[in-house]
């Protein structure tokens, strides 16, 4: 108590002298100069020039973009009360959601929420991946592998596991891909688009992830731009064509959101694939550069609306089931991305946050709870398995119970039965490029939407009078 007394004192004179300085000093020589500088260029573009002036290498910003340009938050959802009624018992919504329906071995979750692509190794340490796991399987959902291998830890841990074909290659050969229930070709990411990943030195891989990922003493890793041996298009569509034909569960391919996204679902239209992911720019990494998060790629919402519509444009949309990922956080993102046509959306950042809350205090104010999360973290032997395997099927049985009470508002018996006419835009530009209805106005935007979806909303409008 006496040294806090003695503190404030030797402090005061310091306030007083800066305060002075702050009202009385012309701008060059007053310490209130960083706040117009502040607002100028802002804080986190201060700080993360100080950072390249100190490291003069790029950054590595872990759990992606604070650029948020999906607008969520001007769309709503439509409640019916009158004309049509709600749906009774919001605990009988179906939450259900098939990946893959015509595949021999269907991926059939309890929940369309799914947690994302997030490695052993590269990003994640293995206590957090196998805690991911149990999480999901508590709620009766899929983990994924991320740009890694399978572990028995994260397959014993896993009720539903997906794996990621990627290009690094840790995860090839029968042994591996016969373990999953999903295999997901991953040619790019959100934070990354197809940009090569940072090599992985050796000294930076322990014993056991040196075993999982089949690696010599001394010998590194790369995640490379293109899968090793593929010179073309054709290249990639023959071996999606060939992991369709060895395997029976869903096979997928994974995508960064691109202005480009038409071209790059013609290609994967040429292919036998069962469903699509597509991960718009504000998807997070363990360790993407901030350039290639703040500046590359194109929103979720908009690369959703774009995959939706082309395929429904080329009558495909039955053919692929397609997961959104990238920036979703809410039940209310969830819903409305299913609104827009997804049968299931990915998660990150946000598992990991709702996984940690009860032992974020183990980091802080010293760390950021990313330090108990990362491979490379500094107290990853600090985190508790269970618990936080429990916190996350917790967040995740919660974002159910809300989103069967928004079903139930709008009138539908299942999550999947959602569709455009359940939203509506506040924003006329929004409302014309998704063809959704128009808050100023009375009528629905029929006008601006494909013919098929005016048609499906003029067929449902009339069933419901």
């Not at 990354?192 to 089949?214: C, F, N, S, T, Y």
């Not at 997928?252 to 679902?265: F, M, R, S």
Request: charged share 20%; aromatic share 6%; net charge negative.
């Amino acid at each position: 108590m006496l040294l806090s007394w003695l503190m404030m004192k030797l402090m005061d004179p310091m306030a007083d002298e800066a305060m002075a300085k702050m009202l009385t000093e012309d701008y060059p020589d007053n310490p209130f100069l960083m706040v117009p500088v502040a607002e100028k260029l802002s804080p986190r573009a201060i700080m993360e020039a100080a950072m390249r002036a100190e490291l003069g290498t790029e950054l590595t910003r872990p759990l992606g973009s604070p650029v948020v340009l999906s607008p969520w938050d001007q769309l709503l959802l439509n409640p019916k009360q009158l004309f049509q009624l709600p749906y009774p018992d919001y605990t009988q919504v179906d939450t259900t959601t098939v990946i893959g329906p015509m595949a021999k071995r269907p991926l059939q979750l309890a929940i369309p929420i799914m947690i994302t692509g997030m490695s052993y190794g590269g990003s994640l340490s293995l206590l957090m991946k196998m805690a991911l796991a149990k999480g999901a399987a508590l709620a009766g959902t899929s983990t994924n592998t991320g740009e890694s291998a399978v572990t028995n830890e994260e397959r014993d841990a896993a009720k539903f596991l997906i794996g990621q074909y990627h290009r690094g290659g840790q995860l090839s050969g029968k042994e591996q891909l016969s373990r999953l229930d999903a295999i997901e070709i991953q040619l790019g990411q959100g934070a990354w688009g197809g940009a090569v990943d940072e090599p992985m030195p050796a000294d930076k891989i322990g014993r056991h992830l040196r075993q999982a990922w089949h690696l010599e003493e001394g010998q590194g890793n790369t995640v490379f731009a293109r899968m090793p041996g593929k010179q073309t298009s054709r290249d990639y569509i023959t071996m999606v064509n060939n992991m369709k034909a060895q395997y029976d569960v869903p096979v997928g391919v994974k995508i960064a959101g691109t202005d480009y996204i038409e071209y790059e679902l013609a290609v994967i239209a040429q292919t036998q694939a069962d469903y699509i992911v597509v991960d718009g720019s504000e998807g997070g990494t363990a360790a993407s550069n901030p350039t290639l998060q703040d500046d590359v790629g194109l929103p979720t919402f908009h690369t959703l609306v774009r995959t939706i519509d082309w395929l429904a444009e080329n009558n495909l949309r039955n053919r692929f089931s397609v997961i959104a990922a990238g920036g979703l956080t809410t039940p209310g993102h969830f819903l409305k991305a299913m609104a827009l046509g997804a049968d299931a959306v990915y998660i990150g950042s946000i598992a990991l946050m709702a996984a940690m809350q009860a032992q974020v205090a183990k980091t802080l104010p010293q760390a950021p709870p990313t330090q108990m999360a990362m491979y490379s973290g500094k107290m990853n032997d600090k985190l508790d398995v269970d618990n936080a395997a429990q916190h996350l099927a917790n967040f995740l049985t919660s974002c159910r119970a809300e989103m069967q009470l928004a079903a139930q508002a709008v009138g539908r018996q299942a999550l999947r039965e959602l569709d455009r006419s359940d939203l509506v835009s506040v924003e006329r530009d929004l409302a014309e490029f998704a063809g959704l209805r128009y808050a100023a106005s009375h009528r629905s935007s029929h006008q601006v939407q494909s013919g098929a979806q005016k048609v499906q909303c003029q067929q449902r409008e009339l069933q419901m009078h």
